[in-house]
T-cell receptor, first 119, second 112 residues
Framework: DADVTQTPRNRITKTGKRIMLECSQTKGHDRMYWYRQDPGLGLRLIYYSFDVKDINKGEISDGYSVSRQAQAKFSLSLESAIPNQTALYFC??????????????????FGPGTRLTVL | GEDVEQSLFLSVREGDSSVINCTYTDSSSTYLYWYKQEPGAGLQLLTYIFSNMDMKQDQRLTVLLNKKDKHLSLRIADTQTGDSAIYFCAETLPPGYSTLTFGKGTMLLVSP
């Protein structure tokens, strides 16, 4: 079974609808992230969470909200979807690992992605 | 904000070497990473290098780091068609070095 799962894998919705994307992980990691990928723009961080009580905005949080229901679950919501939120969305997890000289080594493990189309 | 820059596309023939380049902007970066995204899949860590190193070799992969020029490269020897993918350079930044900043990705196409 996959360590990081995302549901749904594909979703088509209409402008103004509320959408929730879900992410679950069995890796036991505390840290979870939501990214969106657009062609030619790479990955951009939407929100991240370092534990159940911690939520942080990323580079492009406007129009999105998140909920960390448990260590293993991190959901992304689009309260009122708009066409420019059409993208591929990825969830990722990581553990906190001290590397050389005390800095943090940050290997992230990605889910398979959710392709969202807003009409 | 900080930007990680990569060329968007590279085409090579099977058996040739591929070199994917990246420039980053923050000299405080500690770890620098290469992630690989195969078609229809999420990203997967390919290799990484700590900033006090100049080079790291792992089988067919060689990572070179030039801190003075803030330049990172990934060389793939004997490139195979299965290496066709998007390759992302990423860095961790202060404070906390807690999140990754990704480049836009380089699509590598390997032809037989």
């Amino acid at each position: 079974d996959a360590d990081v799962t995302q549901t749904p894998r594909n979703r088509i919705t209409k402008t103004g609808k509320r959408i929730m994307l879900e992410c679950s992980q069995t890796k036991g990691h505390d840290r979870m992230y939501w990214y969106r990928q657009d062609p030619g723009l790479g990955l951009r961080l939407i929100y991240y969470s370092f534990d159940v009580k911690d939520i942080n905005k990323g580079e492009i949080s406007d129009g999105y909200s998140v909920s960390r229901q448990a260590q293993a679950k991190f959901s992304l919501s689009l309260e009122s979807a708009i066409p420019n939120q059409t993208a591929l969305y990825f969830c990722a997890t990581s553990d906190f690992t001290f590397g050389t000289s005390g800095s943090s080594y940050n290997e992230q493990f990605f889910g398979p992605g959710t392709r969202l189309t807003v009409l | 904000g900080e930007d990680v820059e990569q060329s968007l596309f590279l085409s090579v023939r099977e058996g040739d070497s591929s070199v994917i380049n990246c420039t980053y902007t923050d000299s405080s970066s500690t770890y620098l990473y290469w992630y690989k995204q195969e078609p229809g899949a999420g990203l997967q860590l390919l290799t990484y290098i700590f900033s006090n190193m100049d080079m790291k070799q792992d089988q067919r992969l060689t990572v070179l780091l030039n801190k003075k020029d803030k330049h990172l490269s990934l060389r793939i020897a004997d490139t195979q068609t299965g290496d066709s993918a998007i390759y992302f350079c990423a860095e961790t930044l202060p404070p906390g070095y807690s999140t990754l900043t990704f480049g836009k990705g380089t699509m590598l196409l390997v032809s037989p």
